[in-house]
């Protein structure tokens, strides 16, 4: 074999596999945005800020996971409403959202047992004494 034709099938090679790793990568099924509304996400930004360093300004740490008994444990005063949700970066199909109203004093306990064991991004908005707040917590479960 000469030096014309090793070249002709490096190329070809070099093309067939190019080609391989484009319709691989067309057919992935998974990939995902974080959320359906990201351009309204990316105007809210800054009100997202303000209330996350509200929060960061408080003397106490809101969210508390407990590997041991695979719960959350939400530090809030009595009369506080928020929502708490649960999102899982690889599927979006197990995001949980849930509403949290706090009527008792002490704290709150949220139940993760029956998560999916993996990566989870827990985000706490919640309005309290008429301001609002925000943290945010990463956890594996």
């Not at 530090?75 to 849930?98: A, M, N, V, Y």
């Amino acid at each position: 074999m000469d030096w014309g034709k090793g070249i002709l099938l490096s190329i070809i090679g070099f093309v067939v596999l190019i080609m391989t790793m484009v319709v691989i990568s067309v057919r992935m099924d998974g990939i995902e945005l974080v959320t359906e509304n990201y351009y309204e996400a990316e105007i809210n930004y800054q009100d997202r800020i303000d209330e996350e360093s509200s929060a960061l300004r408080l003397d106490r740490t809101v969210i508390t996971y407990s590997t041991t008994g695979k719960n959350l444990v939400l530090d809030l005063p009595t009369g506080t409403t928020g929502k708490l949700q649960l999102f899982r970066p690889s599927d979006s199909k197990l995001d949980r959202e849930i509403l949290v109203d706090v009527i008792g004093s002490g704290s709150t306990s949220v139940a993760l047992g029956d998560l999916k064991p993996g990566y989870w991004k827990i985000q706490l908005s919640w309005t309290e004494e008429g301001k609002n707040y925000y943290e945010e917590k990463k956890i594996t479960i």
